[in-house]
């Protein structure tokens, strides 16, 4: 049986579909005002925000890490089971290459600097288009005391697996 998703996820990636984004400018991160936790980023043709989070996993080690993490998992595969449901199969783009480009200090598309700048380094499962956008969702953590944080991404670009030698664009 496929887990359902976080409580409201399906409904905020379809709102986050209709969402204005900037054709031009500058990539920009929000936080919450009073925490000043992040909250979303806008760069040029997209967005990302996160969905979840997790409890902060400071001296949570072992079984109890183990089953902290298959819970994320869980949700990940059911947000995904359900989107799959609603706009067909998804495919997936890795960020190993933007992680080891971002680490050599070469260019990024926007995109993709922005998910290495938010420590969003998990793998990408987009669909798309959908409504003439491109989403995609991922499960990350920065370390292992921090949350595990379910994002979601829209674009007005198709969202395609970078290659090693791909031009920033």
């Known amino acids: ?18 969402t204005p984004l900037p054709a031009t400018g500058p990539t920009s991160g929000e936080g919450e005002p009073e925490t000043g936790e992040w909250s979303a980023t806008t760069g040029e043709g997209f967005r990302i925000e996160p969905l ?20 994320a998992s869980d949700r990940l595969a059911g947000l995904v089971a359900e989107l799959d449901r ?13 992680i080891f ?5 070469e ?10 700048d938010a420590d ?4 990408l499962v987009v669909w798309g288009p959908v409504g003439g956008r491109w989403t995609a969702v991922s499960l990350n953590q920065c370390d292992g ?17 970078l290659d090693e030698g791909e031009d920033e664009g």
């Open 1 to 18: 049986m496929t887990p359902a998703p976080p409580a409201g996820s399906v409904s905020r990636v379809e709102r986050l579909l209709a």
């Open 120 to 123: 969003c380094l998990g793998d």
């Open 145 to 161: 005391d921090a949350p595990m944080i379910l994002v979601a991404v829209v674009s007005d670009r198709p969202i395609t697996e």
């Open 101 to 105: 480009r971002n680490m050599a200090g």
């Open 52 to 71: 979840w989070r997790s409890d902060d996993l400071v001296g949570v080690y072992g079984t109890e890490w183990a089953a902290a993490e298959a819970a």
């Open 86 to 98: 609603r706009w067909g199969p998804h495919r997936t783009a890795g960020m190993r290459v933007p």
């Open 107 to 116: 260019p990024l598309p926007p995109l993709y600097q922005a998910l290495c």
